[in-house]
């Protein structure tokens, strides 16, 4: 097992990463713990993307990922244009992925994401105990020479203790862009709740075929940062129900509540890249930054 303090590097992975105003805002807004703050817009974030080979990391392995979470208010990453999140789901292929990330408080679980280009369209489907979970299916371009930069917060719960780490990020998104369509496919997963409003809206987006991040270290980098939220008059606390981080988590559809019928919006074209992934999450339209023309290089 890898030790969790230890930070980590991926660099070129294959990333579909977007955000949605969801079908059921109060819904999203209840699996905000109390002491955070969802978005007024209760906007919800997907990252799905797939390391192909174990070269492309510092110790994690070939692996992919699908993970989804809710845009905060108050927690700012620190280029002050990017809101956030708060993490809800997180799918991974990898039992060492999945062990690291759960000892930083991530939920994760076990699932699979796979990605398909055909022309130019583009498929990512997360699937979990052996069914379909989530389909996007995106219109994408080639990468030019516009390099995206920047950085992620994202807050978890450890411990009963809320915690938050910076992610910084760069990426080479393709243009043009354009989701067609996104459907969550299993109506008693709890990640359904999360499922988009039809006519789809989307709030930004990007795909990149080299996409590398990394992840800071452990526990203590959360604590540090953790201080400079509530400098910034974040309303970060400790998670109001003591015990495992599990326990800040959401949970599955309340009993005798009827199943929703499948979700299945379609044909919704996305922002031009905010600055690069999650920096438009809270960026004004006079923020949203689009690809270069600049002569194409190959996907």
């Not at 991040?213 to 910034?232: E, K, M, N, Q």
Request: with cysteine.
């Amino acid at each position: 097992m890898l030790d969790p303090a230890e930070p980590q590097i991926v660099v070129n992975c294959r990333t579909l990463y977007f955000s949605w105003l969801p079908a059921d805002p109060d819904a999203v807004a209840s699996m905000v713990p109390a002491g955070l703050r969802p978005r007024a817009d209760r906007q919800v974030f997907m990252n799905q993307y797939v390391v192909d080979d174990a070269a492309q990391t510092s110790g994690l392995g070939a692996y992919s990922v699908t993970y989804l979470g809710i845009s905060l208010t108050g927690a700012d990453a620190p280029d002050s244009t990017t809101s956030g999140g708060w993490w809800t789901h997180y799918l991974t292929s990898s039992p060492l992925v999945r062990a690291y990330a759960a000892a930083r408080g991530l939920p994760a679980a076990l699932g699979h994401t796979r990605m398909d280009i055909r022309g130019e369209c583009l498929t990512a489907e997360t699937e979990t105990d052996g069914s379909p979970l989530i389909r996007a299916r995106v219109r994408v371009g080639e990468t030019g020479h516009a390099i995206r930069s920047g950085h992620h917060r994202y807050v978890t719960a450890r411990d009963g203790e809320l915690m938050s780490n910076v992610y910084p990020y760069v990426a080479e998104p393709v243009t043009p862009f354009e989701i067609e369509s996104v459907e969550f496919l299993e109506p008693s997963h709890p990640a359904y709740a999360l499922r988009p409003a039809n006519p789809l809206t989307i709030a930004w987006g990007l795909y990149s075929p080299r996409f590398s991040f990394a992840c800071p270290g452990g526990r203590a980098a959360g604590r540090l940062r953790r201080a400079a939220l509530r400098s910034d008059r974040s309303p970060l606390t400790r998670c109001p129900r003591a015990g495992p981080a599990a326990a800040c988590r959401p949970g599955r559809r309340p009993a005798g509540t009827p199943a929703a019928p499948r979700a299945g919006c379609t044909r919704a074209a996305a922002p031009a890249c905010a600055g690069a992934a999650g920096r438009a999450a809270g960026a004004r339209p006079d923020q949203r930054r689009t690809t270069s023309a600049a002569p194409r290089r190959r996907r």
